[in-house]
């Protein structure tokens, strides 16, 4: 398994949120951008498309992506959907970790029975043309991030975090603790103990009223 795999494999195994914590400087996209199906995660590398009311250039972004590949949009603020059910169904056949449009998609209906995670602004039941040639594989905008092409997208039900591999890399251990930290407190929450006894928020609370350094503190 090459590095890339060997990530991918370990983000999928913990949340969105485990690895935000674990690297606060990380790119979030925003709120805008939301899962068609919900409770899929999204994790593969940036392959990037930017378009505008007009969907050749995803359609030549789609036939160059690779298995893995998550294939990013930048519509460029277009009112009409450039994705839907056709693409949708080529990126299952061909592999591909997801999609994330920042823009319209359309026939939401099948792309909600796919096991494949497509991230959208929202839908347009009218299709762009397909006559103009943008670009591909450059730097785009999406989601308020840059997303440079192989870039890591780590997306679920809570958004998506963009990071290159090096960053990744980097907070993926931390990440992982906090994982097993939060797995273990739920735990203990399911079997019945009250969250005061298992943090020390009132001898945080007081520290900070009375001006004294303190940090909150999990007791596991």
Known sequence: MNDTADLVARLARIDTTHLADANKAIRAMDAGLRPVRTGLKLVGRAHTVRCCEDFLTVIAGLAAAQAGDVLVIDTQGSRRAVLGELFSLEAVRKGLA?????????????????????????????????????????????????????????????????????????????????????????????AGEALGDLVNAAEHLANVQAGRPSALRFDL
């Open 98 to 190: 997801g999609i994330v449009v920042d823009g319209l998609v359309r026939d939401t209906a099948t792309i909600r029975e796919l096991d494949l995670p497509v991230h959208a602004r929202g839908t347009c039941p009218q299709a762009g043309t397909i006559n103009r040639w943008f670009a591909t594989q450059v730097p785009v905008p999406c989601g308020g991030v840059i997303v440079a092409p192989g870039d890591l997208l780590f997306g679920d039900d809570d958004g998506i975090l963009v990071a290159t591999a090096d960053e990744v890399r980097a907070a993926l251990p931390q990440a992982e603790a906090i994982a097993a930290r939060e797995a273990a407190l739920i735990a203990r929450l399911r």
